[in-house]
């Protein structure tokens, strides 16, 4: 019977205890200190804290004082508790480290423990969307993160390329366990995002307490398609004065997604010319009058059409002329006089011989000797 009765005092005093424990005052002002203040253990980790119970002289007769927790082992050194758990398995624990006066009245400080799991993976995806994209319409980036705690922690950032978009935040501040969540992105896709990789990244922001290197997964790359239509390139001059007979380059270069298709029309009578040479620009190696007009490039793929018009002037060869000084020729006629004197009688006879020397025809100096020779004689 008396045994009985001591078992029936050692249960009550457990449950007074507990009791105790659970309506503890954590504002007193000789408090237990846990060493470090918080925790923060990577699911299935070892892990151990130590607790002072009282700075001064606060345990007298009678006094209780413990860590009260679900898991691990306390060890008393005078004042001091050890705490320690060689593997941490609970995702809900707080060590309560505890004195009880002989009066009843209960003091305590609670540790706080911050158990962690990185996510098992990352993934990301266009929502409700597969294929190419159209430019200038919205879409939905989703970043799935499966089986990660404490959702409260994580941090997940949207890249594009290397450029941060966005960090959406949890809405779940309570889950201390594993969840798998998925955060979204709006954006707007425009030609220049085409080719472009995006992808998301799941951190987990542990604070001063966490790992050196926070735990990171990152998500695979996917590259974004966007049709687009015809946009030129350069610049375009009208008119385009050419001069007849030089060569000429229409240039029409678009880009485009897809790749654009080019279709030109041509004045009546260049139609007819097989000189010409067509594609993204029209070459014609040698201008002429008949070349002039318009010309309209077409530049289509399935998203759109865009038309440029080139307005073609060829200019005439201006006509030279050379004008030739006049060529004078000079004939020149020599008197040669020869006089006869007589005693009675005087003649003078007078014989006209042509210029020899202008001449350039040889029966013609042989005259002019014969007739020289008769004068003469």
């Given at each position: 019977?008396?045994?009985?009765?001591?078992?029936?005092?050692?249960?009550?005093?457990?449950?007074?205890?507990?009791?105790?424990?659970?309506?503890?005052?954590?504002?007193?002002?000789?408090?237990?200190?846990?060493?470090?203040?918080?925790?923060?253990?990577?699911?299935?980790?070892?892990?151990?804290?130590?607790?002072?119970?009282?700075?001064?002289?606060?345990?007298?007769?009678?006094?209780?004082?413990?860590?009260?927790?679900?898991?691990?082992?306390?060890?008393?050194?005078?004042?001091?508790?050890?705490?320690?758990?060689?593997?941490?398995?609970?995702?809900?624990?707080?060590?309560?480290?505890?004195?009880?006066?002989?009066?009843?009245?209960?003091?305590?400080?609670?540790?706080?423990?911050?158990?962690?799991?990185?996510?098992?993976?990352?993934?990301?995806?266009?929502?409700?969307?597969?294929?190419?994209?159209?430019?200038?319409?919205?879409?939905?980036?989703?970043?799935?993160?499966?089986?990660?705690?404490?959702?409260?922690?994580?941090?997940?950032?949207?890249?594009?390329?290397?450029?941060?978009?966005?960090?959406?935040?949890?809405?779940?501040?309570?889950?201390?366990?594993?969840?798998?969540?998925?955060?979204?992105?709006?954006?707007?896709?425009?030609?220049?995002?085409?080719?472009?990789?995006?992808?998301?990244?799941?951190?987990?922001?542990?604070?001063?307490?966490?790992?050196?290197?926070?735990?990171?997964?990152?998500?695979?790359?996917?590259?974004?398609?966007?049709?687009?239509?015809?946009?030129?390139?350069?610049?375009?001059?009208?008119?385009?004065?050419?001069?007849?007979?030089?060569?000429?380059?229409?240039?029409?270069?678009?880009?485009?997604?897809?790749?654009?298709?080019?279709?030109?029309?041509?004045?009546?009578?260049?139609?007819?010319?097989?000189?010409?040479?067509?594609?993204?620009?029209?070459?014609?190696?040698s201008v002429t009058s008949e070349d002039e007009g318009q010309y309209t490039c077409s530049v289509s793929n399935d998203v759109g059409t865009v038309t440029v018009m080139f307005d073609v002037h060829v200019q005439g060869l201006k006509s030279t002329s050379t004008t030739l000084p006049p060529t004078t020729t000079t004939s020149t006629t020599t008197t040669t006089t020869t006089t006869t004197t007589t005693s009675t009688t005087t003649t003078t006879q007078t014989t006209t011989v042509p210029n020899c020397s202008t001449s350039s025809i040889l029966l013609h100096r042989s005259m002019?000797?014969?007739?020289?020779?008769?004068?003469?004689?």
């Amino acid at each position: 019977m008396f045994f009985h009765f001591i078992l029936l005092v050692v249960s009550l005093m457990g449950f007074l205890r507990s009791f105790h424990v659970s309506s503890c005052d954590p504002n007193c002002t000789n408090k237990p200190e846990f060493t470090p203040t918080s925790l923060v253990v990577k699911y299935g980790d070892p892990t151990s804290a130590s607790c002072s119970v009282c700075q001064h002289a606060c345990l007298g007769n009678g006094t209780i004082y413990n860590v009260e927790s679900p898991v691990g082992n306390s060890t008393k050194n005078g004042t001091t508790i050890s705490w320690t758990v060689d593997r941490l398995t609970e995702w809900k624990t707080s060590p309560m480290c505890y004195y009880t006066s002989n009066t009843g009245y209960q003091c305590c400080s609670t540790l706080t423990v911050t158990v962690y799991q990185p996510p098992d993976s990352v993934s990301i995806s266009f929502v409700n969307h597969t294929g190419p994209m159209s430019e200038g319409h919205q879409y939905t980036l989703q970043c799935t993160v499966k089986d990660v705690a404490p959702v409260e922690k994580l941090v997940v950032t949207f890249y594009r390329g290397q450029t941060a978009l966005g960090q959406p935040q949890s809405n779940n501040n309570i889950e201390k366990k594993p969840v798998t969540e998925s955060f979204s992105l709006n954006i707007t896709l425009s030609k220049d995002d085409d080719g472009v990789q995006f992808w998301c990244e799941a951190k987990l922001e542990l604070g001063p307490d966490g790992p050196q290197r926070p735990p990171v997964v990152t998500s695979e790359n996917i590259t974004a398609t966007v049709y687009y239509k015809p946009q030129l390139e350069g610049s375009y001059l009208l008119p385009i004065n050419v001069t007849e007979g030089d060569p000429v380059q229409l240039n029409c270069s678009a880009v485009g997604n897809p790749s654009p298709s080019y279709n030109w029309t041509l004045p009546l009578v260049a139609k007819e010319r097989s000189s010409l040479r067509i594609g993204s620009a029209l070459s014609i190696d040698s201008v002429t009058s008949e070349d002039e007009g318009q010309y309209t490039c077409s530049v289509s793929n399935d998203v759109g059409t865009v038309t440029v018009m080139f307005d073609v002037h060829v200019q005439g060869l201006k006509s030279t002329s050379t004008t030739l000084p006049p060529t004078t020729t000079t004939s020149t006629t020599t008197t040669t006089t020869t006089t006869t004197t007589t005693s009675t009688t005087t003649t003078t006879q007078t014989t006209t011989v042509p210029n020899c020397s202008t001449s350039s025809i040889l029966l013609h100096r042989s005259m002019c000797f014969v007739l020289l020779f008769s004068a003469l004689f």
